[in-house]
């Protein structure tokens, strides 16, 4: 009795990995937590050592907004100001981010991860 053989196939498997579009960058995580601070800075008219015009606490969108590129296209998504913020404040999120704006605390901490 022959033992079984597999088929030669026609079609090479799929690797897996998927090519960007042609002048595409992929964007890592540090870029567009780099990008979400920046549309903070913006929000909030951050001048330097802590000091800033707008304590009002911006929504995911409005920043968003604000981070779009030149050509009017996204850079990132609200998850990823989600993500960002979860990592500036680990206990409370978007909600630490809302409540250091009320106590007008906020420009400390634009200007601690200035410096970062």
């Avoid at 990995?17 to 909030?44: I, P």
């Avoid at 968003?64 to 990823?80: E, N, P």
Wanted: charged residues 25%; hydrophobic residues 35%.
């Amino acid at each position: 009795m022959e033992p079984f053989a597999a088929p030669e196939l026609s079609v090479p498997l799929p690797t897996g990995t998927r090519k960007l579009r042609r002048g595409a960058r992929r964007l890592y995580e540090e870029d567009t937590y780099q990008l979400v601070f920046r549309a903070l800075l913006k929000w909030h008219g951050y001048q330097g050592d802590g000091m800033v015009h707008i304590y009002q606490p911006a929504s995911h969108k409005q920043l968003v907004a604000l981070g779009k590129d030149r050509h009017g296209r996204i850079t990132f998504s609200t998850s990823t100001v989600s993500r960002f913020l979860k990592s500036k404040f680990p206990d409370a999120g978007a909600n630490g981010y809302k409540e250091a704006c009320i106590n007008r605390t906020i420009g400390v901490y634009l200007a601690s991860w200035h410096r970062y």
